[in-house]
Nanobody, 115 residues
Framework: QVQLVESGGGLVQFGGSLRLSCAAS????????LGWYRQAPGKQRELVAG???????NYAGSVKGRFTISRDNVKNTMYLQMNSLKPEDTAVYYC?????????WGQGTQVTVSS
């Protein structure tokens, strides 16, 4: 069993930065592939960035070069550094451990980017 808690969301201006954190409780955090997803109003939840237990990363095309995902297996925490934010990045951001279908989810944190 893994419990995930996101933090770091908020309101930021166009071009600004935010750093999201996802703190995990429970054992075996290090074995899971992890991901950040987001869901804007009226849209489906989409993958923003993923990181495997070996540290390999992948990004959605819309955020590549602006966002960086990382993990600290000692602190049981995952991060998403978001730079050059745009209004279209506005969404609720969720962290996930273990995959979209069967994995664990956090409660989400709101990110709002004003133009």
């Amino acid at each position: 069993q893994v419990q995930l808690v996101e933090s770091g969301g908020g309101l930021v201006q166009f071009g600004g930065s935010l750093r999201l954190s996802c703190a995990a409780s429970g054992s075996m955090f290090s074995i899971y592939s992890l991901g950040w997803y987001r869901q804007a109003p009226g849209k489906q939840r989409e993958l923003v960035a993923g990181i495997t237990n070996g540290g390999m990363t992948n990004y959605a095309g819309s955020v590549k070069g602006r966002f960086t995902i990382s993990r600290d297996n000692v602190k049981n925490t995952m991060y998403l550094q978001m730079n050059s934010l745009k209004p279209e990045d506005t969404a609720v951001y969720y962290c996930n451990a273990g995959g979209f279908q069967l994995g664990y989810w956090g409660q989400g944190t709101q990110v709002t980017v004003s133009s």
